[in-house]
């Protein structure tokens, strides 16, 4: 890429995020109140709905994406599939943040949007695999790629519990993703990669490392759709066997805490669907961590699966299979670390 056409989209990310920014302020002014209850951080009301910033931005560069830059757009029915998709998800996560609805309602938003985004054709058909080449699973993918988008959205939504976590995961995770499909000129995948950091760069600020605004319902889930649909297309990057595994990677330490909770509770015979406070970043801010210190461990996270990403496409097949599972490395360490944490101080089954 030019560096002329690489400053061009500086300067519109810039403007992007100032534009983020201003909603973001201006959604502190109407004050939509997040009130504190037992299973939340924050010990005061807090507005919330600053993701109206970032779904704003995604959404306005999308326009422009579609209208001025046809090099970066996903064939039409994909392209109408996604914004479709994501705007229904962060309609209903909006209203769920103005009127806290059950979680059957989310979740049916979410199948919903999960069904138009594969209904558009966006699923993965094919897994590219060292050795073996192209392996086609048809029908099958569309079940795969539905169970990959409810649960890394509910994931995300999960984990924005703290302020600056699922944001700052999620712009690190663009930005690298950005750049590997910008050398694999994957351009829409470049594009929505750069619309959504920018959206985040604008809200961050008035996050952290002290919340002047949360997210909300309609961010996080936005994020994890985003994320997850994101997390498809790279399924389908030319020359990078096991492409489909980038993102799992860059989101490893959001993954495997949603993942261990839900193993952890079903072992212990809890209700896995109770609202609790047993992720394992609860539990380790619960013990004493501060919340700032919690979430930059997870940026670190996400940073060294962007780090592993890249060794994951330069080494050749026969490793790429180690180099995947090496961002499950620092999760032992870490839910290790946490559990004594706990233990230390008196947390008992973490609920």
């Known amino acids: ?34 009130t504190p209850e037992a299973r939340k951080a924050h010990t005061r009301p807090t507005p919330k709905g600053g993701g109206v910033g970032v779904v704003l931005a995604f959404l306005l560069g999308i326009l422009f994406l579609y209208r001025y830059a046809e090099f970066a757009r996903l064939a039409d029915p994909y392209f109408r599939g996604v914004i479709g998709a994501s705007v229904a998800i962060a309609v209903v996560a909006f209203l769920d943040d103005l009127y806290d609805w ?13 069904a138009v985004a594969i209904g558009s054709g966006l699923y993965v058909e094919e897994y590219r695999m060292p050795w073996l080449g ?18 890394t959205t509910n994931a995300v939504n999960f984990i924005d519990g703290l302020s600056g ?7 690190i995770a663009c930005l690298f993703l ?10 829409f995948a470049y594009a929505a990669c750069l619309l959504l950091a920018s959206g985040i760069a604008g809200f961050l600020p008035f996050n952290f ?43 490893s330490g959001v993954l495997f805490d949603v993942a261990f909770t839900l193993v952890r509770r079903a072992w212990q015979r809890e209700a896995v669907t109770r609202p609790h406070r047993g992720h394992l970043y609860q539990v380790a801010h619960r013990s004493g961590m501060s919340p700032t210190a919690v979430a930059l461990i997870h940026w670190g996270f996400a940073a060294f699966g962007g780090l592993c990403c890249l060794l994951f496409i ?15 490395l620092p999760q032992g360490i870490w839910a290790a670390y946490v559990t004594r944490r706990a233990r230390a101080a008196g947390l008992g089954r973490w609920g």
């Open 102 to 114: 059950p979680f059957a309602v989310k979740l049916g938003a979410q199948v919903l949007a999960a």
């Open 1 to 34: 890429m030019a560096l002329s056409a690489i400053l061009r989209h500086l300067a519109f990310a810039i403007l992007l995020a100032l534009f983020s920014a201003g909603v973001v302020r201006a959604m502190i002014a109407v004050r939509v109140m997040d």
């Open 314 to 328: 330069a080494v050749p097949w026969t490793m790429k299979a180690a180099v995947a599972l090496l961002p499950l």
């Open 209 to 251: 490392p002290r919340a002047r605004i949360f997210m909300g319902d309609v961010g996080s889930q936005f994020c994890g759709f985003m994320l997850a649909v994101l997390a498809v297309v790279a399924g389908r990057f030319q020359g990078v066997p096991l492409s489909f595994l980038l993102m799992p990677m860059l989101l």
């Open 134 to 151: 192209s392996l086609p699973v048809g029908l099958l993918g569309i079940p795969l790629t539905a169970l990959w988008i409810l649960f």
């Open 178 to 187: 950005g750049g590997i499909a910008a050398v694999h000129e994957a351009w």
């Open 165 to 171: 976590l699922a944001s700052g995961v999620t712009m």
